[in-house]
């Protein structure tokens, strides 16, 4: 299920390996991914292609609305109608290299319709580096510019209709837990607290498949972007672009992000948490 693969380590220490072109089916939404992902101590801590959602590629970014154009996979949220298979799976694919180093990873991507036409350009970039003795960041930013001549809506099921908070879209991490993952943030808990929240940083702790905690504490949020966060149904967080209202890409404009994820090992707690994602402690 893969093709061109890039790996990112920390000191020496493999920490992720970048699927570049993945060979999936259309309709999983084709785009690069990180899986798997793990803790200085070895520990995976994303999942790809699990039985539940089949789409759901590691960490990637992936939109189910572009334009109309389904660059998430699976079911298309239809308003009046609910979760239909359509034929309008896009594909997100890489286009070429600028930088490829084992601490960092820079290239271009296409942002693609069925029919191959190109909905939005991107720049990307990965890096790694050490946090501490148990810690490391992955640094994610990129830069999605529309045609000169033409807008382009995000949306999400939440804008096309689906209630429940379902505002997902944007950069995605689905997480793997072989116990129930806990989600927090310096001033909420749990999914329903944390879910559509614009808090500065969020956290997930969960356990490996080798039976080993770890936590993932996230920030970067946007301007106008909230967490879409999962611990019930499945263990996810995302960076959401267009939770409870479609965001236009103007046309010849960018829209830029720039995210971090902490990987540590162990069970954190709040004031850990908070010291690893540099932002507010809690009170």
């Known amino acids: 299920m893969t093709g061109e693969e890039s790996a990112l380590t920390v000191d020496g220490v493999p920490v992720a390996r970048y699927v570049v072109d993945p060979a999936v089916d259309a309709r999983h939404g084709p785009r690069p991914y990180l899986h798997p992902v793990r803790t200085l101590g070895g520990t995976v801590v994303t999942d790809a292609f699990p039985a539940d959602h089949v789409w759901h590629l590691g960490a990637s970014l992936a939109v189910q609305d572009v334009a109309g154009a389904n660059l998430w996979g699976g079911r298309t949220y239809v308003r009046d109608v609910g979760y239909t298979w359509r034929d309008d ?9 600028e930088t490829r180093t084992p601490q960092r990873l820079a290239h271009h991507l296409e942002w693609r319709d069925r029919t191959g036409a190109v909905l939005l350009t991107e720049r990307r970039e990965l890096a790694a580096l050490r946090l501490g003795e148990r810690a490391w960041a992955l640094d994610v930013g990129y830069a999605l510019s529309a045609p000169a001549d033409r807008d382009i809506t995000l949306g999400s099921p939440a804008t096309n209709g689906r209630p429940g908070g379902a505002g997902y879209g944007g950069f995605f ?9 806990r989600a927090f943030t310096a001033a909420a808990e749990g999914e329903e607290a944390v879910n559509g929240s614009a808090e500065p ?3 997930l702790t969960g356990t490996g498949p080798d039976g080993s905690a770890y936590t993932l504490v996230l920030s970067g949020l946007g301007a106008g972007d909230r967490w879409f966060v999962r611990t019930a149904m499945y263990p996810g967080v995302c960076v959401a672009f267009a939770f409870d209202r479609p965001r236009v890409v103007s046309a010849g404009a960018t ?8 990987v540590a090992d162990g069970t954190l707690d709040r004031t850990a948490a ?5 932002g507010p402690v809690p009170g």
């Not at 829209?255 to 971090?260: E, P």
């Not at 908070?274 to 540099?278: H, Q, R």
């Open 274 to 278: 908070a010291a690893l994602s540099g």
């Open 89 to 97: 799976h896009g594909r997100i694919a890489h286009t070429r290299w």
């Open 255 to 262: 829209r830029a992000g720039r995210h971090r994820v902490v």
């Open 201 to 203: 940083w969020v956290a």
């Open 173 to 181: 991490w689905r997480a793997v837990s072989a116990t129930p993952a």
